[in-house]
């Protein structure tokens, strides 16, 4: 499993789950007290349906960052098999050093329940469009394999409220260096670990199942990893 195990390096390379405060209310989101590290990035959710400089539906990876850019920040977009990358420029975003085949920031689309990556190249305050909160339900559909998604509904959500299929995984990120992993066994999401057990005089291991669907809760605009181990399930995040 050595993809899996590059993209898992990749995650802790990527992630702070000190996602920047943010303050969400009844009018707008995700506008105040975004404070960014130099060098760390972070994944901001994108919980608007229509917004932008033209009132776009999905947004545009041009239109996330209102305001706070500096030369040298980066954002990266995940296409299901590499990111794409793109770099101030101090009046635009161009694609990042090394990032072969990355469409115009301008023109690729960022869905309601999706995540980016952003790095910016200084520690400051950013912040983002400000769009009218959607508290609608919405639903994306998932790769065979990695997608990165994010809640994007004002309040936490359970993991029992959004489905998925057997086999699949969430990995959530606690921090640069720290990653929770939860299954989907049996129509629930679950912890899992390996029980050790003599057979015949052979030693057998078989993996055990927790359900933790009512304790576990995926934070308002935090972004992480759904791990599709075959098909493209949708996942629905609820009404508010």
Known sequence: MKTKSLLLIAVSALAATALAETTLDSEEIGVVKHTGTAGTEVAIGVPWQACGSAGETP???????ASGLTD???LSVWNGTSYYSWQWNGSAWTAAEGSSGTP???ETPVSRGQAVWYMPAGSKTYTLMG????TASTSTTTANGYTLLANPLPTDVT????GGSNGDEILLI???????????NGGNWCTTDWKT???????MKTRTYTPVDDS????????????SNGGSPVITWPAE
């Open 216 to 227: 576990v809760k995926i934070p308002a605009g935090t972004g992480f990893w759904y791990i």
């Open 131 to 134: 769009c009218p909160v959607n």
């Open 159 to 162: 993991v029992s409220g959004i």
């Open 174 to 184: 606690n921090s640069v260096s720290s990653t929770t992993s939860y299954v989907r």
């Open 104 to 106: 115009a920031a301008s």
């Open 197 to 203: 057990t003599e057979v015949g005089g052979k030693t």
């Open 59 to 65: 947004v545009k990876v041009s239109d996330l960052i």
């Open 72 to 74: 040298g920040d980066i």
